[in-house]
């Protein structure tokens, strides 16, 4: 028996985000802090100095009701918040402000595409901690503190251990990161740290365990075998591997006979490795305490109603609505989709090109400039599509002249491609391609015939019934009408006067 078909794999996926406020959480110190002198963006409350008042930040509490609200949350209508106690030095107060017994958001959800539902158990609000650096000189060792980051407003988001695999748990986390993106709550950038992703992994026997009300519980005398955690993820793509990895890890040990013990692990990205942290605390080591210095926050009616102003129609929306109406392809759709900035340009570009095209043929068309031509220069160039700077009804009118014929499809791409390296005018370039077509077109006849002439060789071959020779001929053509012939006229033309 394989080892998948012997043992479940359970995961629960704890994210932080820092969420896009102007200022920190309890204080008015900005933000951003990425690249900074160190200690620039402090104040008393956010270096925990005693005496000092922490004044929630209204934006924040906001972002994070959004962020329940686009993953079908219930909201408290009540805010709380607690102490949650540790002892490092990148938290000056020895204790962090955060969320215990009442979350912000509770029960929500999302679906992934296999059809499985990953709940969400909670998402609550807190404030980040400190970043500390260790250094040596000298043989001495040394830590530096940078408070710049304490008291960023970070969002925690928890989800039960429903998630049945690496790539569900991959999948989840590309949801919040979009979701995150698209209503402007996170820049989520995994490598600045403004998400962070954290899996919780066991596994068990098959059969010998169930799901109950968001619980892990074991049937009959099975006991169940502890969690473990896994830290310092600075991708999604290392989220997928370092779950990967230990599940493999963990079915060795239960294998061998080795007891799992309940730990925090990180994960070493250039080994491709988890190692051993700490042996995982509990709720009873953070001797949580309601917070005396924050009153509670009544969240109204209005205020749901007016946060919920800030939804647009979300990346899984949009691909239903891609495929549904305009019959794009699966794959295309969610590609474009995948980020605002591309389905924008989607979008704008299918309504300029909608009035001669049609809605759908627009739609197509869109799509497959987008995911031929326009992606390929962007992964080429390492840049977005919108960073190309190509005005949209320009890029409309490059398409309906191929549409209509007046050059191919590869003149249309490389004429593309000249403008966005060269900065030509698109416009201009198309102009001076109708004329040279105008020229031409009379010309076609004698232009075959001037190839026949010059290509002896390739003649003879296709005479003596090597048919691929027509398609260098059809290239020299091509080449003589400056890419504005119709390559299928051109062949049958060629065809015609070759049979004589
Ligand atoms: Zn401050």
Redesign the pocket.
Same mark, same amino acid.
């Given at each position: 028996m394989s080892e998948s078909e012997k043992y479940d794999v359970i995961i629960g996926l704890e994210i932080h985000i820092q969420t896009n406020t102007k200022s920190?959480m309890?204080? =008015?110190?900005p933000t951003g802090y990425f690249q900074k002198e160190p200690n620039t963006?402090?104040?008393?409350?956010?270096?925990g100095l005693p005496g000092a008042l922490p004044v929630p930040n209204k934006r924040a509490i906001e972002l994070c009701i959004l962020m329940g609200l686009a993953t079908n949350c219930d909201i408290d209508k009540e805010i709380y918040f607690d102490r949650k106690h540790y002892f490092y030095p990148d938290l000056p107060k020895g204790y962090q402000i955060s969320q215990y017994k009442r979350a912000i958001c509770t029960d929500g959800y999302i679906d992934l595409k296999n059809g499985n539902r990953v709940e969400i158990e909670r998402i609550h609000q807190e404030e980040d901690v400190a970043k500390s650096t260790h250094h040596s000189e000298n043989n001495k060792e040394y830590s530096l503190i940078d408070y710049n980051k =304490?008291?960023v407003p970070l969002i925690e988001i928890v989800t039960k251990p429903c998630i049945k695999s690496a790539q569900e748990a991959k999948e989840f986390a590309t949801k919040i990161r979009q979701i995150s993106r698209y209503l402007n709550i996170s820049f989520a950038d995994m490598e600045k740290g403004q998400m962070r992703c954290e899996p919780n992994i066991s596994v068990q026997e098959k059969g010998k365990w169930e799901y109950k009300d968001g619980k892990i519980l074991p049937i009959g005398d099975y006991k169940l075998n502890s969690k473990v955690e896994v830290k310092n993820i600075g991708s999604i793509t290392a989220v997928e591997k370092a779950i990967e990895y230990e599940v493999k890890r963990l079915v060795d040990d239960i294998e061998n006979g080795k007891e799992i013990i309940q730990q925090t692990r990180g994960w070493n990205a250039e080994k491709g490795v988890t190692e051993f942290q700490r042996s995982k605390e509990t709720a009873d080591d953070y001797r949580y305490m309601p917070e005396p210095d924050i009153l509670v926050i009544d969240v109204t009616e209005e205020d749901i109603e007016r946060i919920s102003s800030e939804i647009v129609e979300l990346p899984d929306e949009k691909t239903e609505r891609y495929i549904s109406s305009w019959g794009i392809s699966e794959y295309s759709a969610e590609v474009i989709s995948s980020t605002k900035e591309n389905a924008t340009y989607f979008e704008n570009l299918q309504k300029v090109l909608s009035p001669k095209l049609g809605e759908k043929d627009a739609a197509i068309e869109a799509s497959n400039w987008l995911m031929g031509t326009l992606y390929s220069i962007s992964n080429e160039k390492g840049i977005t599509v919108s960073e190309m700077d190509i005005d949209i009804t320009e890029l409309a009118l490059l398409i309906l002249s191929f549409k209509e014929g007046i050059f191919t499809k590869n003149k249309a791409e490389e004429l593309l491609r000249e403008c966005i390296e060269n900065g030509k005018d698109i416009t201009a370039e198309i102009e001076n391609l109708k004329q040279a077509k105008n020229d031409t077109s009379g010309d076609i006849d004698n232009i075959v015939e001037e190839c026949i002439v010059q290509n002896p060789k390739a003649v003879e071959d296709y005479k003596s019934g090597k048919d691929a020779s027509i398609g260098f001929l059809v290239g020299k053509i091509m080449q003589a009408t400056k890419g504005t012939a119709n390559p299928n006229e051109v062949r049958n033309i060629l065809i015609e006067k070759l049979k004589r």
């Open positions: 920190k309890f204080c =008015s110190c963006h402090v104040c008393p409350v956010c270096l =304490s008291g």
